[in-house]
């Protein structure tokens, strides 16, 4: 038995997984690593001057911009478990290559970092719920204990979930030999249950929220209301739409080439869309955003002092 243990474990450390080509064109392949090289970089600057603003900005520092600045910490991991990788595939060719333990530490943390992700929008709506539908209570029931601890429950559960994945498993069950149907049956499970009760927190605390602000009387003041909200409602619906389309669609009909393209958009699109959809859509953050450093001020205020005397 234990030189059969030392045989598998030599086995699977030779296996290698090749990288499929997105084009057999050099210059097509130069002009997709051109794209997602910018694409990473703009995500990288686009949620580090989200992070940045909402630590060193005063007017920043409550629970919705809290849970905005570790979301865009989870969106810097996010991309950068896979997009380094992706792109030494690109410039290297048909010699890229990754082992089964490489393959395995990959998803373990792509999962880590976007269930907790998922959980983590699931957190940012009941804040917005308890912000428009209990005012008053507001600063009682999310202070910053309770913050912490929410942004602290979101990367365990992540974590607990990346447990069951192994590799990126729809494409890896496609080039399994045995029967796959009780992995497949226990991924639609779990899949079921870090997208789709997350997304059925985050639907019913858009009921509340719509329906306290149908109560207020003024159009002016429904729509300043509801647009607290609308961004993160967007990046909703483009998280869960992308994962939701890989993981929750019965196996018989998935295909490698849409496999492709939706991965695209949630490892290179969606990480660069999101800080432009909060900067764009809210106001505050916007205006944070185009303000100069504290630190710069002060400079500025001690420059001219000087020049004045």
Not at 127 to 154: E, F, Q
Request: net charge positive; proline share 4%; with cysteine.
């Amino acid at each position: 038995m234990e030189g059969q243990r030392v045989d598998r474990g030599l086995f699977l450390g030779l296996i290698q997984f090749h990288f499929h080509l997105l084009s057999t064109l050099p210059e097509i392949q130069l002009l997709i690593f051109l794209a997602f090289l910018l694409m990473y970089l703009l995500s990288l600057c686009g949620n580090t001057a989200v992070a940045l603003t909402v630590c060193t900005d005063r007017s920043l520092h409550t629970p919705m911009y809290f849970f905005l600045a570790n979301l865009a910490v989870l969106e810097i991991c996010y991309s950068s478990v896979i997009a380094p990788l992706a792109l030494v595939n690109l410039v290297s060719g048909r010699k890229a290559t990754i082992s089964l333990a490489g393959c395995g530490t990959q998803m373990f943390f792509f999962v880590f970092v976007g269930g907790a992700d998922c959980v983590l929008l699931a957190v940012m709506a009941y804040d917005r719920y308890v912000a428009i539908c209990h005012p008053l209570r507001y600063t009682l029931i999310m202070n910053w204990k309770v913050c912490a601890c929410l942004v602290a429950g979101s990367l365990v559960l992540g974590f607990l979930l990346s447990l069951h994945f192994f590799c990126d498993i729809p494409a890896v069950l496609r080039l399994a030999c045995t029967n796959t149907r009780v992995h497949q049956a226990a991924l639609f499970i779990v899949s079921v249950t870090v997208l789709t009760i997350p997304f059925l927190l985050i639907c019913l605390s858009y009921v509340f929220i719509v329906a306290a602000i149908l109560q207020i009387r003024s159009a002016a003041g429904r729509c300043r209301t509801f647009s607290t909200c609308s961004s993160h409602l967007t990046v909703v619906l483009l998280q869960y739409g992308c994962c939701s389309f890989i993981y929750l669609r019965p196996s018989s009909s998935y295909s490698p080439e849409q496999g492709w393209v939706v991965s695209v958009v949630y490892t290179f699109v969606t990480p660069v869309l999101n800080p432009l959809i909060y900067s764009m859509r809210n106001k505050e953050l916007k205006d944070a955003l185009s303000r100069p450093s504290t630190d710069s001020l002060i400079r500025s205020k001690c420059e001219s002092t000087y020049k004045g005397r």
